[in-house]
């Protein structure tokens, strides 16, 4: 069966849905709308999909089963509940959105509308971070002690002024962690498992006219009892590519950007032997560590075909509502533990009364 996707939001993610479409041997890129006209007429040149002037219309097209949402991550809300209502099924860029009853809002309607919902955390469906989830399941790390994401990266203040809504509170939700971050924020969670407890601290310090950090630094505790760091900025150059690194009683290993670099196990045996020999064959780039858009979509193409694979099961996608809530509440821990300068404990009682949303800086 073909699947007919239309695409909401046409900035510079769209491309990378598209491609990720075009990929999908059930998927084909029926409509695509933008609130902005020029930029739906201009992807619906590119793609020869029809470019559609009111999102209703996009919606009322049978032709259309799933819908992916590429808008600013504060504005995820309005055209999930939409769709949901029109009953397609949903895969939002990640934020899922920027406060926890948004996300709440999102899950619940595609749950009363009997849709699918998938959030675009990519980076699971990278072979090494299968390897890497496989052999946590399996216990070869023997007790897990450290787990750390460092995401390093730059960003130009011309990127910044690029939008009116980036580096906002309403429609960026943060800086670092929440728009450059939080792939690495859902990769660990999903590796090392729950956040339990948060200390932080956070600044802008190299950009002006921003709302949000572009520096970040945050320790953790897991339900598991091991430790852990985040470190996120756009302010170092000339940015670096992004890691991974879990540690256990019994071994390491380093995930940077799609790449194992290091596998290192008290007891290795012949698997360990074959990933050994393909960590010598790298596949990355330069990420986005200095340019948003040098990333692939082959990520992305992975996650909508597991999105198909829902639908035609009747199962959940491996990166649902739920999933995609968690690693918004986890960077809400982290603002709300900088601000309050004390320890806080996950799971939140609901969205923290953030001060700097109030004074529309970071202090």
């Keep these: 069966m073909s699947y007919g996707f239309g695409i909401i939001g046409c900035g510079m993610i769209s491309r990378f849905h598209a491609k990720a479409i075009a990929d999908c041997p059930e998927g084909r890129l ?17 793609t020869g999909c029809q470019a559609y002037a009111k999102l209703e219309d996009m919606l009322a097209n049978p032709e259309i089963q799933i819908v992916t949402i590429g808008t600013p991550s504060g504005a995820h809300l309005e055209p999930a509940l939409a769709a949901a209502k029109a009953g397609k099924h949903i895969i939002v860029e990640k934020p899922l959105e920027i406060t926890l009853e948004r996300c709440d809002q999102i899950i619940e309607a595609c749950r009363t509308a009997g849709v699918k919902l998938a959030t675009v955390f990519h980076s699971r ?15 070869k790390f023997g007790r897990l002690t450290v787990g750390d994401a460092y995401v390093k990266w730059f960003r130009t203040q011309q990127y910044y002024d690029s939008g009116a809504w980036r580096g906002t509170w309403a429609l ?9 971050a939080i792939h690495s924020v859902d990769l660990l969670t999903w590796l090392m498992g729950p956040v339990v407890e948060i200390r932080a601290l956070f600044g802008c310090l190299d950009h002006e006219r921003i709302e949000v950090e572009d520096t970040a630094v945050a320790s953790l505790r897991f339900a598991n009892g091991a430790l852990g760091v985040i470190e996120a900025s756009t302010a170092i150059y000339p940015g670096y590519l992004k890691k991974i690194e879990i540690h256990g009683s019994q071994g390491s290993a380093t995930l940077e950007e799609e790449d194992l670099v290091r596998w290192d196990f008290a007891n290795p045996d012949e698997s360990d032997q074959e990933i050994l020999e393909k960590m010598k064959q790298k596949v990355s780039s330069g990420g986005g560590a200095a340019d948003p858009a ?47 300068g004390q320890s806080v404990s996950l799971p939140l009682p ?14």
């Design 294 to 340: 040098a990333i692939g979509h082959h990520g992305h193409a992975k996650l909508f075909a597991d999105m198909i694979r829902a639908i035609e099961t009747g199962s959940e996608p491996q990166v649902n509502g739920e999933e995609g809530r968690r690693s918004v509440e986890i960077i809400l821990g982290i603002y709300q533990a900088a601000e309050s």
């Design 125 to 139: 469906f990278h072979d090494s971070s299968q390897t890497l989830k496989k052999a946590l399941e399996c216990g």
């Design 172 to 180: 960026d939700g943060g800086g670092a962690l929440m728009n450059q």
């Design 350 to 363: 609901g969205d923290p009364p953030l001060r700097c949303r109030e004074e529309k800086k970071v202090s």
């Design 30 to 46: 029926v409509g695509c709308f933008d609130v902005y006209a020029p930029s739906a007429e201009k992807l619906a040149a590119e």
